[in-house]
């Protein structure tokens, strides 16, 4: 498909711009001349009937949630309701500059302010930030007041960070751009935390561990109290990468747990739509002894009932960037938060919870399932089998393109060959899952007939298999003419 | 009774029973009985979507916002206009419910657009690589300094009091954790000091960061900034507002090393702060550095074209802690409302929109002090925002306009206690000359 470049015309435009009402001066007299360019950016000159069609056709190249399932482990793809996307584009919420003079925007604080609460009733925490924008941001965050917290109590020798091999890639990488110092220690055999592990790990240089509950594996840290225990008396702190929070949101907080740092994926377990890879949101909430150091400004309410932002926080790590975080993801988390309840939201963990466990056992004849136990809301097969036979897992997953389903996530975690991490969510239905394993035990058929059909899949999608290798040696990011 | 939960009673029964189990508290037992929550939890809701709906636009009614009230306020976020077809297609559910496009082949619509941006902002800045976008302006400031400290192996930087004081904390806030030597330069009349800069730059300085237009909108002279930080080796960091950019000069041809900025301007709506994005750019030689995703060109077997994202042994998830970033998630559907927005404007309709910013500003900024009672702040040029320096505290000012349903500018002695009674004023393609008309006539008491 041609490139908006490659349709450009000069002298077509897709703008009408009103007439300069105000009495002109030329631009040099303004501008100094060598401040100017010389030459207009090489932007595309188009219709706006020309960028429409443009922009419409590149959709149809996409894959959403509303195309149909979309199994992507780690990524909870709920649907993302309508409404919501309504509700944060009322002008109300959308045309509100965010310095304008707190009394005129009593609204958007008081929605800041409950969101916190809510937020804070679900986690188990005292207060929640919602300035960070992605999840890998509330990482950073948290790491950034745990070890802001150990430096205020003349312990900034504790740098040790302590994260299982199962953790998402950016757990160290969040702990690298923290300053601390990374521990990675080997998960033990039934896919949990190796309590032996964590013990040797653990000494007067630790600044806290990293756990993400139920872990990548969906399996939840039953030790997790244990676990608790070891690193508190060793004077560290817990923090809980909350990406897979979609299996306990009305059913255990992190607060009980034991965590003393959490984030949550409002584009992840709040329904918020993820974009293509972003706006996300990525709260973080902490316990009453980390809550000095959060991010300033934190919303509050005075005597009078009005809402205020303060910034007179002496402790605070800072800022993490600007003004309050992704407002307009807040408010539709918001929506959806309002429009389940505490009900509604315990009802969505249960059946996600129901709906990987059905996929489960419904596949584990046909695939690899090296940890065989009750899964929280996804579960890790491996096509190891498959492997054998010389079809890898990513075959399979193109090959699902072939069936109408987005593929799950392959390859991680990392501590299982061939990964096919499957997580349906609540708002499958039971067709949905009846339809999806039948294509599923379709191409383990495949492999053992047909194997060349799934190694050279996909067949049916706008472009066939694209070459990474390519893209990478000689990288080309940018069209030229 | 909840319409995204489409599992019903029976549904449950028979899944249960696949499953081997009689309840679903058996698929729970992993999680100690003391842990679990007891009670209802103290949440609002469940509200049907009428409900919700009714409430929720009651608290935005509690927002003036800015249709009801022409904004002269900027500070890093700008009334630009949005032209309507933007959110039309950024509603396409094909773009707005699609994750990360980890799945080249049926994601050629998110990676397509990606290129195209890419390609639109390395166009815009003068530079020749592009990632697909961070979370904003201020973290891609960060960014940028930890990436000069990498690419140097410095650990200092230089950056200008005149950078937008949210970016400047977000900058120190990393750099704290990161270990990151931060030195403030000074400003002269509205300007960053190159003469402080020429003092404090020395061999452990990785980078000289400056905004342009700078944070009091006023215009810098890169290439001066430029030729001193590569004399000593290190790199120029830029932060440059887009809409400024279709009428100036490109940062890469003044020698900027490293290009971000708040990329709100581009299509995207206030909304009280965000979601917004920031772009990053830098040379062919730094590319390798550059955090997030990048979307690169390539082929299948038959010789397609297509997209892909690549150089990804910079990411977290194959690098984990070695990575140049953690970012995963980007701001993916502001980035492409910027690409929508850069396409419907074009080459033309970009310089226009920069060039109405210019004429309205200095309309605004004339008619300012010709009321005698506001004097110029800095004379240093300007582009669509500039600060003014009244007889009032600028908390009066804002105050009197706003009862004539006019936002005000932003009060520098927040951030500036030296600039008392200072006003920074944003005038955009968004503002009329009658709605000047009426900020000039009530920011004067009478
Ligand atoms: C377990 C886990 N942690 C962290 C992240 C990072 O979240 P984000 O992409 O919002 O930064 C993800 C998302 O992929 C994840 O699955």
Redesign the pocket.
């Known amino acids: 498909m041609e490139l908006i470049f490659e349709q450009s015309v000069p002298g077509r435009t897709g703008i009408s711009l009103p007439a300069i009402d105000v009495p002109e001066e030329a631009i040099e007299s303004l501008i100094p001349a060598e401040y100017l360019r010389r030459e207009s950016p090489g932007l595309p000159e188009v219709s706006e009937g020309e960028a429409a069609r443009h922009f419409t056709r590149l959709s149809r190249r996409n894959f959403g949630v509303d195309t149909g399932f979309y199994p992507l482990g780690?990524?909870t793809m709920k649907y993302n309701p309508k409404v919501n996307e309504d509700i944060a584009r009322l002008n109300g919420f959308t045309r509100v500059h965010p310095y304008q003079s707190e009394d005129t925007v009593q609204g958007c604080l008081e929605l800041l302010y409950h969101m916190d609460r809510c937020l804070s009733e679900l986690t188990g925490m005292a207060r929640v930030s919602l300035q960070p924008a992605?999840?890998?941001?509330?990482?950073l965050t948290g790491l950034m007041m745990m070890k802001a917290y150990h430096e205020n109590r003349g312990e900034g020798h504790r740098k040790k960070i302590i994260v299982p091999d199962s953790?998402?890639g950016?757990?160290p990488a969040s702990a690298q751009m923290a300053g601390l110092k990374l521990v990675e220690i080997k998960s033990g055999k039934n896919g949990r935390l190796d309590l032996d592990e964590l013990k040797k790990a653990v000494d007067g240089q630790v600044a806290g561990i990293m756990l993400?509950n139920p872990n990548?594996l969906g399996l939840f840290e039953s030790d997790i109290a244990e676990i608790a225990e070891i690193v508190h008396s060793a004077g560290g702190l817990l923090y809980n990468?909350g990406?897979?929070a979609n299996a306990i949101l009305g059913i255990s907080t992190p607060g009980d747990m034991g965590f003393d740092v959490v984030h949550l994926?409002l584009?992840?377990s709040f329904a918020a739509p993820h974009g293509g890879g972003?706006p996300?949101s990525?709260p973080v909430g902490v316990k009453e002894h980390l809550a000095p150091f959060l991010p300033k400004p934190l919303v509050e309410i005075k005597g009078d009932g009005s809402y205020y932002l303060e910034y007179n926080r002496p402790l605070s790590i800072g800022k993490v960037r600007s003004f309050y975080g992704n407002f307009g993801v807040v408010v539709k988390a918001y929506a959806y938060i309002l429009t389940m309840g505490p009900e509604g939201l315990r009802q969505a963990a249960e059946d996600a919870v129901l709906n990987a466990n059905f996929l489960m056992k419904r596949l584990k004849d046909y695939y690899d399932l090296p940890y065989d136990q009750v899964c929280k809301h996804e579960f890790v097969l491996s096509g190891g089998r498959q492997k054998e036979k010389g079809v890898n897992t990513e075959d399979i997953a193109k090959r699902l393109l072939d069936y109408g389903y987005h593929p799950p996530t392959v390859y991680f975690p990392l501590i299982v060959k061939e990964a096919l991490m499957i997580e349906p969510t609540e708002t499958e239905n039971l067709e949905t899952l009846e339809r999806f394993i039948e294509a599923m035990i379709q191409i383990a058929g495949e492999v053992d007939e047909e194997p060349e059909k799934v190694r050279l899949a996909p067949h049916t999608t706008v472009v066939g298999r694209l070459d990474a290798v390519k893209a990478a040696r000689k990288p080309v990011l940018r069209w030229k003419p | 009774m909840y319409p995204y939960l489409p599992i019903t009673s029976e549904d449950r029964r028979r899944m249960l029973q696949a499953v081997g189990v009689e309840a679903i508290e058996e698929l729970f037992v992993d999680i100690p009985s003391v842990m679990r929550c007891k009670g209802r939890l103290n949440l609002p809701g469940p509200l049907s979507e009428m409900e919700m709906a009714r409430h929720m636009k009651a608290l935005a009614g509690k927002n003036k916002n800015l249709d009801d009230n022409p904004c002269f306020l900027g500070a890093g976020a700008y009334d630009h206009y949005v032209p309507s077809i933007i959110n039309h297609i950024l509603l396409r559910q094909e773009f707005y419910t699609a994750y990360?496009p980890y799945q080249p082949e049926v994601s050629q619509g998110t990676l397509q657009a990606f290129f195209e941006y890419q390609t639109m902002i390395c166009e815009l800045t003068g530079m020749e690589v592009s990632n697909a976008s961070v979370y904003d302006g201020a973290s891609a400031l960060a960014e940028a300094v930890a990436m000069a400290c990498q690419a140097t192996r410095r650990g200092e930087v230089l950056l200008s009091r005149a950078v937008h004081p949210e970016a400047r904390q977000v900058v120190k806030t990393y750099s704290h954790f990161s270990s990151v030597n931060v030195k403030e330069l000074g400003y002269q009349n509205g300007l960053t000091g190159a003469g402080e800069a020429e003092e404090l730059i020395n061999n452990q300085t990785s980078a000289i960061v400056v905004q342009n237009p700078n944070f009091f909108g006023a215009l810098e002279e890169l290439a001066k900034f430029a030729e001193l930080a590569h004399r000593h080796k290190a790199l120029l960091i830029v932060s440059a507002d887009p809409i400024a950019l279709g009428l100036l000069k490109p940062p890469g041809e003044s020698g900027a090393d490293i290009v971000v900025g708040e990329g709100q301007p581009l299509g995207n709506p206030l909304s009280f702060g965000g979601p917004y994005f920031g772009f990053m750019a830098t040379t062919e030689k730094l590319m390798r550095r550059l955090p997030g995703r990048i979307v690169g060109q390539t082929a299948d077997s038959e010789g397609n074209r297509g997209f892909i994202l690549t150089l990804q042994a910079r990411e977290q998830h194959i690098r984990r802690e070695k990575a140049t970033s953690n970012?995963?998630?980007n701001q993916a559907l502001c980035a492409l409302a910027a690409a929508v927005y850069l396409t419907v404007l074009g080459k033309k309709g970009l310089r226009q929109v920069a060039e109405l910013c210019l004429q309205k500003a200095h309309y605004t900024y004339r008619s300012l002090l010709e009321t005698g009672k506001f004097a110029s702040t800095f004379t240093a040029p300007f582009f669509k925002e500039f600060a003014v320096t009244g007889q009032e505290d600028a908390a009066v000012v804002n105050a009197r306009l706003m009862e004539n349903k006019i936002i005000g500018g932003y009060p520098l002695a927040r951030d500036y206690p030296e600039l008392k009674n200072a006003l920074l004023i944003a005038v955009t393609e968004n503002r009329t000359r009658d709605e000047i008309d009426r900020l000039v006539k009530y920011s004067v008491a009478t």
């Open positions: 780690s990524c992605a999840g890998a941001h509330g990482e953790s998402h950016t757990n993400t990548t990468d990406a897979n994926n584009h992840k972003g996300g990525g | 990360t970012i995963c998630s």
